[in-house]
């Protein structure tokens, strides 16, 4: 397994079309998440999955937005009606599971151009 | 709240030593990390502290005080390629789930 990866690398859009992106974690993490980062920030958190069930939310992630693991293993974030404030990086990264925190790996992110 | 505080920028040279100092006001803490982000990259891991004291891997080294609510990076013998953003992060609870990143440290190396 080479690491976390994330579909599309790029995407851009109008204001007001849904976009979907898909992160597949590495295959032996049980837990996922999602950040979104801005140019000059840091990333900001925006939901979390341990195996299919979301555990937590970040009052960031707007009715706009969904996120869904299935099976436990990918993940797709889904914004809906998209805004111009919404242009950032999306990252995705994975960590194992049990007692305490773990490292979370990365992926490459998808840049989202809203225009 | 919660607030998580780094210098925007620092500069150093090849060869010299830099810290990157980060202070932090959380509801709840259990751990820190830091990681480093190359420009246009994913951030990348390099250390967790979750006692106090001082962790050691190779050039990097961090601290971490938690009844100060402070942590910092050192980078030893720097490299032009150590040139990229150094993020702070907290972790709040014990399950180890969100990440809380500050705003990150630019450190630009010149030689």
């Known amino acids: 397994d080479t690491g976390v990866s994330q579909n599309p690398r790029h995407k851009i859009t109008k204001r007001g079309q849904n976009v979907t992106f898909r992160c597949d974690p590495i295959?032996?993490?049980?837990?996922l998440y999602w950040y979104r980062q801005t140019l000059g920030q840091g990333p900001e958190f925006l939901t979390y999955?341990?195996?299919?069930?979301?555990?937590?939310k970040s009052r960031l992630l707007s009715d706009r937005f969904s996120a869904e693991r299935p099976k436990g293993s990918f993940s797709t974030l889904e914004i809906q009606r998209t805004e111009q404030g919404d242009s950032a990086m999306y990252l995705c990264?994975?960590?194992?599971?049990?007692?305490?925190?773990?490292?979370?790996?990365f992926g490459p992110g998808t840049r989202l151009t809203v225009l | 709240g919660q607030n998580i505080d780094q210098p925007t920028e620092m500069t150093a040279t090849e060869g010299a030593i830099v810290q990157i100092n980060c202070t932090y006001q959380?509801?709840?803490?259990?751990?820190l990390f830091w990681y480093q982000q190359h420009a246009g990259e994913a951030p990348t891991f390099l250390s967790y502290n979750v006692l106090d004291g001082l962790e050691e891997k190779g050039r990097f080294s961090s601290f971490l005080s938690r009844s100060k609510g402070y942590s910092y990076l050192l980078l030893k013998e720097l490299q032009m390629k150590d040139s990229a953003s150094y993020l702070c992060?907290?972790?709040?609870?014990?399950?180890?789930?969100?990440?809380?990143f500050g705003k990150g440290t630019t450190l630009s190396v010149s030689s």
């Open positions: 990264a994975s960590s194992s599971g049990g007692q305490g925190a773990r490292e979370q790996f």
């Open positions: 959380t509801s709840g803490f259990n751990g």
């Open positions: 295959s032996e993490h049980n837990r």
């Open positions: 999955f341990q195996n299919e069930a979301q555990l937590e």
């Open positions: 992060a907290v972790t709040r609870n014990q399950a180890g789930t969100a990440l809380i």
